[in-house]
């Protein structure tokens, strides 16, 4: 079993954003991309729409039908901006931005003030809370080649959706594992990589947003990274999605971990559940390596943030740390018991590895916790890049990172 160690206050990377509730609009037309669908489906409701054209010199042209509206914008995870929107004769709205980066975005439309989604795409990124859903589209290599987070023609994974009652918050929940190729049919045991999503994400957003079982199995086929299992949890201390009628409210969490300053409900209680619940669960039912070498903990944003304050207070149960577009002000302050012996940090941990973008919001925390880390003579990986807060950077975050695990 698990020992929870205690928890102390940090300040945590807070997310927040104005969105709209969303538009509910019927399929334009009988045609969903750049195909036209069924016969008769969607007839009388004018002709079916091209979006998004991904063009061959990496524009891409948006469309949206809304022949009552006044002002329609393009918005979105894209390059930082937003693009007012022509509307034709037939009350189509359209713009050509670009061109873009290979790489896979996301985009919505605000109409009239409301954020609406594209009725005719069916790649979606689904949203939680003040981060509406949004549509996917992916811009591919000038010479069309599939690149790192694309489904290749090599051996895959198995994504599997478990359902398990969590004790410490008296819910039931679901967590996303992936199992690497050869798994079912061997007796081989492996790491885990407990990989943890942001806020307004859910416990599906790295396998159906960041592609993470797709990257896993091009690393895998490529010899580059070491074969693991990875764990998706709900990042919310709250019952699972769609599993039962919605409770009112957050669950209480169990005693232990409550009443710190600077922690909330929902860091203890998602804490609680990791440690109590997820990690036993797993390790009770997947052929997983023992050991804390043997487990890493990381996430995007909220979920980079729960590394911190988890994986700081818990080294050993995790012995890698994986901290994107995240970090923690005062983190020696916050986490005393880390930063006190540098030299047993240095040996006891694997590796620590933060990432954020040259345009994210939350780079002032990353840079705050590596100030902190360099200043202890505590070991760790930074990399700054190009990008924002975004899932564009994360999926590469992912694809470097991986190998460097479990080595």
């Known amino acids: 079993m698990v020992r929870t160690t205690r928890f102390l206050a ?15 609009q019927a399929p334009a037309g009988r045609g969903a991309g750049p195909n036209t669908g069924a016969p008769g489906v969607g007839r009388g409701r004018g002709p079916a729409l091209v979006t998004p054209e991904v063009k061959a010199d990496r524009t891409i042209t948006f469309r949206f039908r809304a022949p009552e509206a006044k002002q329609v914008t393009l918005i979105g995870e894209l390059d930082g901006k937003t693009y ?47 981060f509406p859903p949004a549509n996917l589209v992916e811009v591919p290599t000038t010479a069309g080649d599939l690149t790192f987070y694309d489904a290749k023609n090599v051996p895959h994974g198995t994504v599997r959706m478990e359902t398990y009652h969590s004790k410490s918050l008296g819910v039931p929940r679901t967590l996303w594992i992936y199992t690497p190729p050869g798994y079912d049919a061997g007796s081989d045991r492996y790491p885990v990589f407990y990989l943890l999503h942001g806020s307004g994400n859910i416990d599906s957003s790295w396998m159906l947003t960041g592609r993470a079982n797709l990257i896993l199995d091009n690393l895998i086929a490529e010899g580059k990274t070491r074969p693991m299992i990875i764990v998706n949890p709900l990042g919310y201390a709250r019952q699972g999605v769609g599993l039962a009628p919605e409770l009112a409210g957050t669950p209480t969490p169990g005693a232990g971990l409550t009443g710190q300053p600077g922690v909330s409900a929902q ?23 023992p050991g804390a070498e043997n487990r890493a903990l990381g996430g995007l944003s909220m979920g980079g943030g729960h590394t911190v304050q988890i994986g700081f207070n818990n080294t050993d149960t995790f012995r890698s740390l994986v901290v994107m577009s995240a970090g923690a002000q005062n983190a020696e302050q ?31 925390g990353s840079q705050a916790l590596v100030t902190s880390l360099t200043n202890a003579g505590i070991n760790h990986t930074f990399r700054l890049t190009e990008g924002r807060h975004e899932w564009v950077i994360w999926r590469h975050y992912l694809n470097e990172v991986a190998p460097l695990l479990f080595r």
Request: aromatic fraction near 12%.
């Open 10 to 24: 940090m300040g945590m990377l807070a997310l927040a954003v104005a969105a709209a509730p969303a538009l509910a």
């Open 84 to 130: 007012p929107m022509t509307k034709d004769a037939d009350g189509v709205w359209s713009v050509t931005v670009g061109p873009w980066a290979p790489d896979v975005y996301n985009y919505q439309f605000n109409v009239d003030g409301i954020i609406a989604m594209d009725p005719v795409n069916p790649s979606v990124k689904l949203g939680f809370g003040a």
């Open 267 to 289: 860091t203890v209680g998602f804490a609680h559940d990791l440690l109590e619940d997820v990690l036993p669960f797993v390790e009770s039912r997947f052929r997983t390596l």
């Open 334 to 364: 916050n986490f005393p018991a880390f930063f006190a012996d540098a030299k047993a940090i240095n040996s006891k941990m694997k590796l620590i590895w933060i990432g954020v973008g040259k345009d994210d919001f939350a780079l002032n």
